[in-house]
């Protein structure tokens, strides 16, 4: 049989249609939308699932060149450094600290969980880093971007892995964030305070972060942003080859992360750049969705096969630590009441899946009992790019001691 391949460009073009075509599945199937499902893994997985099906068959239909993959994932985690603001950080002040202390320190504990269980059953430690805050802090992405370093240290099928975890991990957050919120604020009475509800809604619009807002930009911000992400893409370049000459193993994207957050903070205090944060985020949303879709589309989904226990056992203990995590000392520390409890709820959404887990838990949330304006200026905050700094440190270090 004839092996169609695709080029660089026709490959893109494949993940877009699957990209419009996981929105459409999205739109007509509620339980998807319900959960959070991201659209670039439904348009992905459909891809991956009838490769998985030929090979059963022995039959090899389709050949894709996913030389924009990885253009396209630093482009996104170049855009999460724009977002990374010390400005930001000042609205917010403690909790935002706080908050973010409590999911580094939560990361942490994944992989070592993860660390110790796969040694339980027989596999390579870094398994357990796959298995932990790569996938359940990080998301798919993040699991996807630090794939080809896993596979590199020995961890088989270390993309499959990556994906099959971070899917398991959004269902686990959907579906429990808003419920243990809900027994929280049932149980011990955390209701909203009762201020007026439209004053309540304009004070959370009011603090939210600028990547939450709408704004209408003129194509001059768009050509500009695009531009200042290449540039720093390009120095990002420059200083992971400098660390990685330092014996440091590290992501790709890195350094261009890291050259995003100094032009955004030296634009927030000089205005150098005059930065459109809106035009900065929808330029990286655009090249996360096309990034997803494209390392789904060649995904190996046979190479699961004898990981079933192992993911099912680890999966089932990390969820019952992000529920206890929440439970207490979280409540506790972000105040006892209901915006703490609402935060609760984002936490367990990004702590498991993704801020769109977080975001869709804490909304239902407020739709039946009440506004929450302070978990919508932290959570968001934290749970959109500073863990993914701090996750990326953590995902390293545990790389480079098990390598």
Not at 86 to 93: A, H, M, P, V
Not at 110 to 133: D, H, I, M, R
Not at 291 to 315: E, Q, Y
Request: glycine share 12%; with cysteine.
């Amino acid at each position: 049989m004839r092996v169609l391949t695709l080029d660089s460009i026709q490959t893109l073009a494949c993940g877009g249609l699957l990209l419009l075509a996981g929105y459409a599945i999205r739109r007509r199937v509620p339980l998807l939308a319900r959960f959070s499902i991201p659209a670039p893994v439904i348009g992905g997985l459909l891809v991956a699932l009838l490769m998985l099906v030929c090979r059963h068959w022995n039959i090899t239909p389709i050949r894709f060149d996913t030389g924009f993959e990885q253009p396209l994932m630093i482009a996104f985690f170049t855009g999460i450094g724009f977002n990374a603001s010390t400005t930001l950080l000042k609205i917010g002040g403690r909790q935002i600290l706080l908050f973010l202390g409590l999911a580094s320190g939560l990361a942490i504990v994944q992989n070592l969980l993860g660390v110790g269980l796969a040694k339980a059953f027989g596999l390579p430690p870094l398994f357990g880093v796959v298995t932990g805050s790569a996938t359940l802090a990080g998301g798919p992405a993040t699991g996807l971007a630090f794939a080809p370093l896993f596979a590199s240290a020995g961890v088989q099928g270390a993309k499959s892995v990556a994906l099959a975890n971070a899917m398991a991990g959004i269902v686990c957050g959907s579906i429990l964030g808003a419920p243990l919120a809900a027994f929280l604020i049932e149980r011990l009475g955390l209701y909203p305070a009762g201020a007026a509800r439209a004053e309540a809604e304009s004070k959370a619009a009011s603090v939210a972060p600028p990547t939450k807002r709408r704004l209408v930009e003129p194509a001059h911000a768009g050509l500009k942003s695009l531009v200042l992400m290449l540039i720093a893409m390009g120095i990002g370049a420059w200083i992971s080859t400098g660390l990685g000459l330092l014996g440091l193993t590290l992501p790709a994207y890195i350094g261009a992360m890291l050259a995003g957050a100094v032009i955004r903070n030296i634009d927030d205090h000089l205005g150098w750049f005059g930065l459109s944060t809106c035009s900065m985020e929808m330029i990286g949303n655009i090249s996360l969705s096309l990034f997803l879709v494209m390392a789904l589309m060649d995904l190996h989904l046979w190479d699961l096969s004898g990981m079933a226990t192992p993911l099912l056992v680890n999966l089932a203990l990390q969820t019952v630590l992000v529920l206890a995590l929440c439970c207490w000392p979280l409540l506790q520390l972000m105040g006892r009441d209901y915006d703490a409890a609402v935060m609760a709820s984002g936490f367990t959404g990004f702590m498991l899946g993704t801020t769109a887990n977080a975001m869709a838990c804490m909304s239902s949330l407020t739709e039946r009992f009440g506004p929450a304006p302070r978990a919508f200026l932290v959570a968001p905050v934290v749970g959109a790019f500073l863990i993914d700094f701090t996750n990326a440190v953590i995902i390293t270090v545990f790389v480079n001691v098990w390598k």
